[in-house]
């Protein structure tokens, strides 16, 4: 996985490959949906963790 913050997706475009898809995600799910917004503008097959991963730990969605 590569780490890009919200306010550098723009400028960082070319390190991602439009080819494979994208998850997105962030503590509350808001940034992720303005990165969802950006990459599906520029063409990139993307999916984001809807509520973030606040809402994925509240409804206990992963592994102990």
Known sequence: G???PLVELPHRLSELDPKKMIVVYCKSGKRSIEATKILLNKNFRVKYLQGG??????RKMYAE
Do not use: D
């Open 2 to 4: 590569i780490l890009i």
């Open 53 to 58: 991963i606040m809402e994925w730990q509240k």
